[in-house]
């Protein structure tokens, strides 16, 4: 009797490690990054925005949904798109082997890309994606502080994003999708670039969000490079 609990006793200790060793590994994970290319203007992209919508759900997920500009012109032009967006998803395509821009895509981690509305294969570039937290990423209220860490050859960029978490139904009253309410969640509205990342500690100071929007930083590699590290708060 006295070694059966003994070897319980022992099993129990030997699992309590095991989970501390998840927590701790846990612990220096981060988010992967979801980046949507999407328009109201896109025929194709309401199933995408769903998806975009349903992976927002997971905590191992920072979704963000950025609104291009090339399809205002079919008759709608999209209340959230910005040439800034559009230009995040140029400078994208070289780097990622795509011939040319399209909606819906998805960009994960900046690393690959996929049609939005393939949530299967999404879903298998997320599980793929490796999410460790290099450099660290500290916000605070006013600023952000990113840690040191081995650097790409090239230096990083320090993104700031501001992004609306909630969901927002939008009515579409012309062009492919007229007559449609489109539903959007983690509709980004600012995009920055505070500056660059060399390995070495670095402090950026960082504007307040407005009402209701919620701040990001990305860490990544210069011309749409992978991201290295993602922080929300």
């Given at each position: 009797?006295?070694?059966s609990?003994?070897?319980?006793?022992?099993?129990?200790?030997?699992?309590?490690?095991v989970?501390?060793?998840s927590?701790?590994?846990?612990?220096?994970?981060?988010?992967?990054?979801?980046?949507?290319?999407?328009?109201?203007?896109?025929?194709?992209?309401?199933?995408a925005?769903?998806n975009?919508?349903?992976?927002?759900?997971?905590?191992?997920?920072l979704?963000l949904?950025?609104?291009?500009?090339y399809?205002d012109?079919?008759?709608?032009?999209?209340?959230?798109?910005?040439?800034?967006f559009?230009?995040?998803?140029?400078?994208?395509?070289?780097?990622?082997?795509?011939?040319?821009?399209?909606?819906?895509?998805?960009?994960?981690?900046?690393k690959?890309?996929?049609?939005?509305?393939?949530l299967?294969?999404?879903?298998?570039?997320?599980?793929?994606a490796?999410?460790d937290e290099?450099?660290?990423?500290?916000?605070?209220?006013?600023e952000?502080?990113?840690?040191?860490g081995?650097?790409?050859a090239?230096?990083?960029?320090?993104?700031?994003v501001?992004?609306?978490?909630?969901?927002?139904?939008?009515p579409?009253?012309?062009g492919?999708?007229?007559?449609?309410?489109?539903?959007?969640?983690?509709?980004?509205?600012g995009?920055?670039?505070l500056?660059?990342?060399?390995?070495?500690?670095?402090?950026?100071?960082?504007?307040?969000?407005?009402a209701?929007?919620?701040t990001?930083?990305?860490?990544?590699?210069?011309?749409g490079?992978p991201?290295?590290?993602?922080?929300?708060?």
């Amino acid at each position: 009797m006295e070694l059966s609990k003994a070897i319980v006793k022992g099993a129990m200790l030997v699992a309590a490690t095991v989970g501390l060793s998840s927590v701790s590994a846990q612990a220096g994970k981060r988010p992967v990054v979801v980046e949507l290319f999407t328009s109201q203007g896109c025929s194709s992209c309401p199933p995408a925005n769903a998806n975009l919508i349903e992976l927002s759900k997971r905590p191992d997920v920072l979704a963000l949904s950025f609104a291009v500009t090339y399809w205002d012109y079919l008759g709608w032009k999209d209340i959230f798109g910005k040439p800034e967006f559009t230009e995040r998803q140029a400078v994208y395509e070289p780097a990622l082997g795509e011939p040319s821009l399209f909606t819906p895509q998805m960009v994960i981690d900046g690393k690959a890309s996929n049609v939005g509305f393939r949530l299967g294969e999404v879903e298998k570039l997320i599980a793929a994606a490796s999410a460790d937290e290099e450099p660290s990423i500290d916000l605070s209220s006013g600023e952000v502080r990113i840690g040191g860490g081995k650097a790409p050859a090239g230096g990083a960029d320090v993104w700031l994003v501001h992004y609306d978490p909630k969901l927002v139904n939008v009515p579409v009253r012309r062009g492919e999708n007229s007559g449609a309410t489109l539903p959007h969640s983690h509709v980004v509205h600012g995009l920055a670039r505070l500056g660059s990342w060399d390995g070495s500690v670095a402090s950026f100071a960082i504007p307040p969000a407005s009402a209701g929007l919620r701040t990001a930083v990305l860490v990544q590699e210069r011309n749409g490079g992978p991201i290295l590290s993602a922080k929300t708060d």
